[in-house]
């Protein structure tokens, strides 16, 4: 049974979350309420993942991100954000935060977004001396546009760049974050051609075949049906880039609000798109905006440091 800490300086809004998750999953639930106890839990219960809160007295979200990051790097740490708190939550990712839910969509994103952290986590953690030797190693897949598939390379991708020793379990993490997010695009928007609302009802679903019953009678349709997703991967021991290309009429890019905008963080494509920004170092579309370069650098060791950070 998975376990997770709820951080929530509200014993309101933090009893009614946990007694949700309880009621609507089968995860162990822990609670704080703030940061400083956090830490504490965490030593104590030592949860699969951390949910908290941004604005916290005596130590905030941001402030337990970092500690976490520092202490307990194998824990992904998920944020609740509030409207208005934007810049604050893309500063969260940008310390190591693997994701984030609108504190106005909780019911709908938070489960499912734990399960995915946490599948993506796993899969990270099973394979931790896959491909000790590796220095370079390039590939290229064809996809049709079967969900099943995504979370599978994902993983891949994972192991390869441990192998490589590029970065550590969380940059690992953020990095398979970022490749699923433009995946699932180049499927559900650039393919497949879903309406925003059909593409939440899919993501919301929090089973794989839920979502795939979702998605299959677009998928038997024409012209739909014969596109396909297309993902280069280079990966160095200094660098990984992947150019993710699909078979739709593409979009402009520069129509999806920055990850500081606000309501960006609300948004299906902009949420994505947001993590993929804050994730990797570069981020780039075509004109056409059917294909997308996510390039990430190997950061440097400060000297005297221990681990690879990323």
């Known amino acids: 049974m998975p376990s997770v800490l709820i951080v929530d300086d509200s014993p309101i809004e933090r009893k009614l979350l946990c007694e949700y998750l309880r009621s609507h999953s089968d995860w162990r639930v822990y609670d704080a309420a703030n940061g400083e106890e956090a830490l504490a839990r965490v030593a104590e219960t030592n949860p699969d993942l951390v949910v908290t809160d941004l604005n916290m007295p005596v130590m905030d979200g941001l402030e337990l991100v970092t500690a976490m990051r520092t202490h307990h790097p194998d824990i992904p740490v998920i944020l609740i954000t509030a409207y208005g708190s934007e810049a604050l939550a893309v500063?969260?990712?940008?310390?190591?935060?693997?994701?984030?839910?609108?504190?106005?969509?909780?019911?709908?994103?938070?489960?499912?977004?734990?399960?995915?952290?946490?599948?993506?986590?796993?899969?990270?953690?099973?394979?931790?001396?896959?491909?000790?030797?590796?220095?370079?190693?390039?590939?290229?897949?064809?996809?049709?546009?079967?969900?099943?598939?995504?979370?599978?390379?994902v993983d891949l991708v994972q192991q390869m760049v441990e192998g490589l020793e590029f970065s550590d379990?969380?940059?690992?993490?953020?990095?398979?974050?970022?490749?699923?997010?433009?995946?699932?695009?180049?499927?559900?928007?650039?393919?497949?051609?879903?309406?925003?609302?059909?593409v939440q009802r899919i993501r919301e679903a929090t089973e794989l075949e839920k979502?795939?019953?979702?998605?299959?009678?677009?998928?038997?349709?024409?012209?739909?049906?014969?596109?396909?997703?297309?993902?280069q991967a280079i990966l160095t021991?200094?660098?990984?880039?992947?150019?993710?290309?699909?078979?739709?009429?593409g979009f402009d890019p520069d129509s999806v609000p920055k990850p500081t905008d606000l309501g960006a963080l609300d948004a299906d494509r902009g949420r994505g798109l947001a993590l993929m920004r804050t994730f990797m170092d570069e981020v780039k579309?075509?004109?056409?905006?059917?294909?997308?370069?996510l390039i990430k650098r190997r950061e440097r060791v400060?000297?005297?440091?221990?681990?690879?950070?990323q």
């Open 91 to 153: 500063e969260a990712l940008e310390r190591g935060a693997a994701g984030y839910v609108p504190k106005s969509r909780l019911t709908e994103k938070l489960l499912q977004t734990m399960e995915n952290v946490l599948n993506l986590a796993r899969a990270e953690q099973n394979y931790a001396r896959l491909i000790q030797c590796l220095e370079l190693t390039e590939f290229r897949f064809q996809l049709d546009n079967d969900l099943s598939l995504v979370d599978p390379l």
């Open 169 to 198: 379990f969380t940059g690992r993490l953020r990095i398979g974050i970022a490749l699923r997010e433009a995946l699932l695009n180049a499927i559900l928007h650039g393919n497949l051609e879903l309406a925003p609302e059909e």
């Open 211 to 231: 979502q795939q019953a979702l998605v299959e009678p677009r998928r038997q349709q024409a012209p739909y049906k014969d596109r396909r997703v297309f993902l």
């Open 237 to 249: 021991r200094e660098e990984v880039r992947f150019l993710v290309r699909d078979e739709g009429p």
């Open 285 to 293: 579309y075509n004109q056409k905006g059917n294909e997308v370069l």
């Open 302 to 309: 400060p000297a005297g440091a221990t681990s690879v950070q």
